[in-house]
């Protein structure tokens, strides 16, 4: 008996088709997925009516390295300035596209980034790497540019008890200041990056709608923000939350502008990142050796590590230009100066620490 049991949908001529089983001769058809070549493109085919086909994953994944900065801003020990020269020398040399290499925020809430002057001066900047820094108000912005930044980033959250406990102030009243960079960015032609924060989880007032994250990352995006970074602070996230959040927030920006940022404090942040991979997203934040936590979230561990991202993707086939051997080596270093275990599982397979 020949009978249609569900459609297919082609990624080379962006069609949908009926695919045809033939049943007989005591051959039943079991499965509740099938993975089948269809005008050469592979896609998992849901036998249920209603259900989205996963989508192709991009051919090139832009990796944001986050260590320097959100890696090392929790560490209770001041970490010498040419230490962090040095990791991010070594970062560049790996690869990596983007490294964000220390904030402008006051040393009063953040000791461990009182050195921003030092080390944006003593970095050898690469050729097409981008070193962006990351600048809580105007007063931020105009000494990180005093610096020599040529990228900055600012931040807001998506919880109204989180935003002011990392940054004295309420969602609205944020914004109103970001205004104020993203203007003064705007004239002197300096690109600006949004994160929101507690995306998927606040320490404070639990879950957050993925509407309350959706309206934030608008604004930000509307201001002039180029690139929104949605984070998983506490990583209380899966990849259910991660698909409804991102389904909220690419109704109001586009999916190529938006990037992830997963910590790995529930170990589902790689889980996490290849959801909204196959969602359309193709920029991620990532920490070498797994470096990270936040001051003002109580029990985050840290980001997910870069080692971890980068082998995962080229296992995908998806290119990332990063050295994987280059960036362990600086996983290796950063963690020896730091006294401790690496957090990335790739570089403890690999026996370098």
């Known amino acids: 008996i020949e009978k249609p049991l569900f459609d297919v949908f082609s990624f080379k001529t962006s069609e949908w088709s ?32 209603g259900v989205s086909p996963v989508k192709s994953l991009p051919e090139r994944v832009k990796i944001v390295e986050v260590g320097p900065r959100d890696g090392l801003q929790n560490e209770k020990t001041i970490v010498p ?143 002039g923000c180029y690139e929104i970074s949605l984070g998983d602070t506490i990583g209380v996230g899966t990849p259910g939350s991660m698909r409804e959040m991102l389904g909220a927030v690419t109704k109001e920006v586009p999916v190529d502008a938006l990037a992830v940022h997963c910590h790995d404090t529930y170990g589902q942040a790689l889980a996490n990142i290849l959801i909204a991979l196959q969602m359309g997203v193709s920029v991620v934040d990532s920490s070498v050796s797994g470096l990270g936590g936040c001051p003002y979230a109580q029990g985050a561990s840290g980001n997910v590590a870069t080692e971890d991202v980068v082998y995962m993707l080229q296992g995908l086939g998806i290119h990332t230009g990063v050295d994987l051997q280059k960036l362990m080596d600086a996983g290796a270093f950063i963690c020896r100066s730091l006294n401790r275990r690496t957090n990335s599982k790739v570089a403890q397979a690999s026996c370098k620490l």
């Open 18 to 49: 009926k695919c045809w089983w033939t049943v007989g001769s005591g051959h039943c058809f079991r499965s509740h997925v099938l993975r089948i070549k269809f005008a050469s493109s592979w896609c998992l085919c849901p036998l249920q009516a």
């Open 81 to 223: 300035a040419e230490v962090k020269i040095r990791l991010i020398d070594m970062l560049s040399d790996a690869g990596l596209p983007v490294i964000e290499a220390t904030s402008f925020v006051s040393p009063k809430w953040v000791p461990q980034m009182a050195d921003q002057m030092e080390v944006m001066q003593g970095i050898h900047r690469r050729p097409g790497v981008s070193y962006p820094v990351l600048t809580p108000n105007l007063k931020g912005f105009q000494a990180a540019v005093k610096a020599g930044a040529g990228e900055v980033a600012i931040f807001g959250a998506a919880s109204e008890l989180f935003s002011k406990k990392n940054i004295n102030c309420s969602i609205e009243e944020s914004l109103q200041r970001f205004e104020e960079v993203t203007r003064a960015a705007q004239a002197t032609g300096v690109p600006v990056r949004g994160y929101v924060s507690c995306v998927l989880g606040c320490p404070y007032e639990g879950k957050v709608s993925p509407e309350k994250v959706a309206q934030v990352a608008k604004r930000l995006y509307s201001m």
